[in-house]
C-alpha cells in the first residue's frame, strides 16, 4: 500500500461527521480533544503505569483488575494462545505473500467454525479472552511457516502479549524489557477508541445478533483500509521515501500541491492533535536513540512541522506509531495486524455492550436516485 494516489476528497460527504450514533461507557474522546479516556482513566496515566492486559481486563470487565485478578486473567490468556491443528492446516495453505490482515480475517473467521459461539451470554468472555489470546499466535505462525518453513508452537508460556508477539517472530525468548514496553505502550494506545469506523462496524454486525467471530471479522476487514488502521503502513512506507528532512519538506509540500492525503495526519475527532501521538513520539525517539538513529526521526519531526505550517494539520496515533514499529524491527505488513491484536479488546468490550442493550443498527439513506418510472421492456430499450 503506498501513501501516493489517495486524493482528498474534492466536495464533503458527510461520512457521518459530528452524528452520535449510540451510548457507550467504554471510552471517551474529551471535548477539546486533547485527552481520551478508558471507563474514565486517561491514556496518558494507562500508558505510563498500566500494562496492556491490564488495560484489556479493564475494557472487558469495567475495572481495573487487583493483582490477583491479573494473575489469574494472564493464566487464562496464556493457556488460549496454542491453536487447533486445523486451523495451523489452513494457515499454511493460505499463501505466504497474501496481506497479513486477509490473515487474521480469515483465521479469526476459521476459528469461529472450529470453536464456534453456541449461546452468547455463556460464551462471549470466553470467545473475547480466545481471541485477545491468539490473535499473535494467528498471524506468527502463519508467518514463521511461510517465511522459515517451521510450524512453531504458540503457546509459550509468556503472559504478556508485547513480549509473545516479539519472541514469537524473532524465535528468540529474550526481548530487552525497553522493546516490550514500547509494544506494550503501544497496544494499550491502540486498544479502543469509541464509535470508529471498526468498532461500529462490529456493533452493527452484532446489533444483527450475528456471533461474536462475525462481528470482530467485520470489524477487521473495516480496520484494513487506509483511511483507518492501514495508515500505519501507508505512513511508514511514505517516511522511508525520503533521505533527509530536507527532501521530506520538498516531497511533503508536493504532495500537498497535487492534493494527495498524507498518511498519519488529521483525525474525524482530534483536531487539535492526537493525545496517543504525543505518547507514541517519545517512545519512537527513545527507539531512535537505542537504535542511533540520526535519519529517520528527524525526517517525521520535518513532516510534522511541515503537515502544520501548510495544513494545520497534526500527525495521528498511526504517524509515530508506525515509526515505533519500524525502529522494533516489525514488518511494515505486520503494522496493521498490531492494531487488530490491541483493538480486539475494544471491539468485544462494544460488541457486549450492544449486546446488553440491544436494538437492530438500520439507519435510512437519503434518496438522491430517479423518480419513479415505468419498467421499460427488453425489446424497446436503446
Ligand atoms: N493529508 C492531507 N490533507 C488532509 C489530510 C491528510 N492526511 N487529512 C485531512 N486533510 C484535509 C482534507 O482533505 C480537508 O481539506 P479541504 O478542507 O481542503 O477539503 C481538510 O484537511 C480537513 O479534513 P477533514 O474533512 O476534517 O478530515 P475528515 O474528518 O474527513 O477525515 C481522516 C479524517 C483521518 C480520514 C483524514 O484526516 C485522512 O484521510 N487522514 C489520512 C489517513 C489517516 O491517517 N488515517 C488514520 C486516522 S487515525
Redesign the pocket.
Known amino acids: 500500500m503506498t501513501a501516493v494516489g489517495?486524493m482528498?476528497?474534492?466536495s464533503?460527504a458527510s461520512?457521518l461527521?459530528g452524528v452520535v450514533a449510540g451510548e457507550t461507557a467504554i471510552s471517551a474522546v474529551d471535548r477539546e480533544g486533547l485527552d481520551l479516556t478508558y471507563r474514565g482513566y486517561s491514556i496518558r496515566d494507562l500508558a505510563s503505569q498500566a500494562t496492556f492486559e491490564e488495560v484489556v481486563y479493564l475494557l472487558l470487565y469495567e475495572k481495573l483488575p487487583t493483582e490477583e485478578e491479573l494473575r489469574f486473567f494472564c493464566q487464562d490468556l496464556v493457556r488460549q494462545r496454542g491453536l487447533p491443528p486445523e486451523v495451523c492446516q489452513i494457515l499454511e495453505r493460505l499463501p505466504g505473500s497474501a496481506n497479513p490482515m486477509d490473515i487474521l480475517r480469515t483465521g479469526c473467521s476459521a476459528l469461529g467454525a472450529f470453536e464456534p459461539e453456541r449461546d452468547p451470554e455463556r460464551d462471549q468472555w470466553k470467545v473475547a479472552k480466545r481471541l485477545v489470546a491468539c490473535f499473535p499466535s494467528i498471524l506468527l505462525y502463519w508467518h514463521r511457516f511461510h517465511r522459515d518453513g517451521q510450524r512453531i508452537e504458540t503457546a509459550t508460556g509468556e503472559p504478556r502479549t508485547a513480549a509473545h508477539f516479539l519472541s514469537l517472530l524473532r524465535g528468540e525468548r529474550e526481548i530487552s524489557p525497553l522493546e516490550v514496553r514500547a509494544l506494550d505502550v503501544s497496544l494499550i494506545l491502540y486498544a479502543e477508541h469509541e464509535f470508529n469506523a471498526s468498532t461500529f462496524t462490529c456493533r452493527t454486525i452484532a446489533s444483527t445478533l450475528s456471533d461474536f467471530y462475525s462481528a470482530v471479522t467485520g470489524g477487521i476487514g473495516a480496520l484494513r483500509g487506509?483511511?483507518?488502521?492501514g495508515?500505519n503502513e501507508?505512513?511508514m512506507e511514505l517516511i522511508l521515501r525520503f533521505k533527509t528532512p530536507d527532501e521530506a519538506e520538498e516531497g511533503i509540500c508536493q504532495?500537498?500541491q497535487r492534493?494527495?492525503?498524507?498518511?498519519?495526519?488529521?483525525?474525524?475527532v482530534y483536531?487539535k492533535g492526537?493525545p496517543r501521538s504525543r505518547v507514541l513520539k517519545e517512545w519512537a525517539q527513545k527507539l531512535a536513540e537505542l537504535r542511533a538513529d540520526q535519519r529517520l526521526f528527524p525526517i517525521c519531526e520535518r513532516i510534522e512541522k511541515v503537515?502544520f505550517r501548510e495544513?494545520q494539520?497534526y500527525p495521528?496515533?498511526?504517524?509515530y506509531g508506525a515509526l515505533t514499529y519500524y525502529f522494533l524491527g516489525i514488518p511494515i505488513p505486520m503494522f496493521t495486524p498490531l492494531f487488530v491484536i490491541a483493538r480486539v479488546a475494544g471491539w468485544s468490550a462494544h460488541i457486549m455492550e450492544q449486546r446488553a442493550h440491544n436494538r437492530l443498527i438500520r439507519p435510512m439513506g437519503e434518496y438522491v436516485g430517479p423518480s419513479p418510472r415505468p419498467y421499460v421492456p427488453m425489446h424497446a430499450r436503446s
Do not use: Q, T
Not at 492534493?259 to 474525524?268: A, I, N, S
Open positions: 489517495f482528498a476528497p474534492s464533503k461520512g461527521a487506509p483511511l483507518h488502521g495508515a501507508a505512513a504532495m500537498l492534493k494527495e492525503l498524507v498518511m498519519g495526519f488529521g483525525h474525524r483536531k492526537d503537515m495544513k494539520l495521528n496515533v498511526d504517524f
